[in-house]
């Protein structure tokens, strides 16, 4: 029987997939941060038959770490062999193809980006490694920055953390490129007012939540901390809150059966229609058309 491929649907898989709109806004901004910039990131843990491919590219150039097992990548006429450690970027635009291996599945870090800088980037890593694959030692710190990424983006698009996400993006292809000087800053964390409420919005997701009970979570009034947090993240609390929902509505038509409906019901939206709007809106397609894209 033929091995049954598949590009997605792997046991403890992570991805978020950012709204293009997101995307083209943050793009056109011109900050500091929109030279290189994520549109895609995930994680796929022991991808049994994991298979891709794109005879015309991608639109973004890929970044795949392979932590554990082996693999193959054909970038057009190249062949390159993924092991442990090993690392590939796929230029924007390569025909290629990437395989998990069937006897020794790999687990797989990977992002999609682009941006102003993105092709001398990729033209650096050419260079400096004769080729778009190399290897690196294992650190764990790797792992950590990548965890900060997603972890970032998962809390949604405000304009900090994009910003924050974007410019670690630099520091992360920073660690494949020069991984002898690679040292992760340590971490701060503080009790920042609008962190605890994003905090508060993620625990409670799968309720219908008012700009009141958000505020109240961190003891401001409803005017101070909707001020605060629009200067902070750039967006209306429940603004940032359904973009919440929505990311996590993104997760359940990649990699669920559920029904719109009953999506709808996990997020605390009564109405499906609503949510169709609201993910219509932000998505730039609908539901059932985001889940075909995917399929």
């Not at 990131?41 to 298979?51: D, E, L, R």
């Not at 062999?81 to 687990?107: K, M, N, R």
Request: glycine share 6%; with cysteine.
């Amino acid at each position: 029987m033929p091995v049954p491929k598949k590009s997605e649907g792997f046991q403890g898989q992570r991805s978020i997939v950012l709204p293009r709109k997101i995307v083209t806004e943050f793009n056109n901004s011109h900050t500091v941060a929109s030279g290189l910039y994520i549109t895609d990131i995930g994680y796929y843990p022991k991808a049994k038959y994991h298979y891709r491919q794109r005879t015309h590219g991608s639109d973004q150039h890929i970044l795949i770490y392979c932590l554990e097992g082996k693999g193959k990548v054909q970038v057009q006429k190249n062949s390159y062999d993924l092991q442990p450690g090993s690392f590939i970027v796929i230029p924007a635009g390569a025909a290629h193809s990437y395989a998990s291996a069937e006897d020794d599945s790999w687990t797989i870090y990977w992002i999609h980006f682009t941006g102003s800088l993105s092709k001398k980037m990729v033209e650096t890593v050419r260079q400096k490694f004769n080729g778009y694959s190399s290897r690196v030692a294992f650190k764990q710190k790797r792992l950590d920055l990548f965890d900060d990424m997603y972890a970032c983006l998962e809390r949604g698009y405000g304009n900090d953390n994009l910003s924050y996400a974007n410019m670690c993006l630099h520091h992360y292809i920073s660690t494949f490129l020069y991984d002898d000087q690679f040292n992760l800053a340590e971490k701060v964390h503080a009790d920042d007012p609008v962190e605890l409420s994003i905090s508060y919005m993620q625990q409670h997701i799968a309720k219908s939540l008012s700009l009141e009970a958000i505020a109240k979570s961190v003891n401001f009034s409803a005017s101070h901390y909707s001020a605060l947090f629009r200067k902070k993240t750039g967006f209306a609390p429940i603004e940032y809150f359904n973009h919440l929902k929505i990311q996590l509505a993104c997760q359940y038509l990649h990699f669920t059966e559920l029904r719109v409906k009953e999506i709808a019901d996990k997020l605390g939206i009564e109405d499906p229609y609503y949510f169709s709007r609201l993910f219509t809106k932000l998505m730039g397609m609908s539901p059932n058309q985001y889940r075909s894209s995917k399929q």
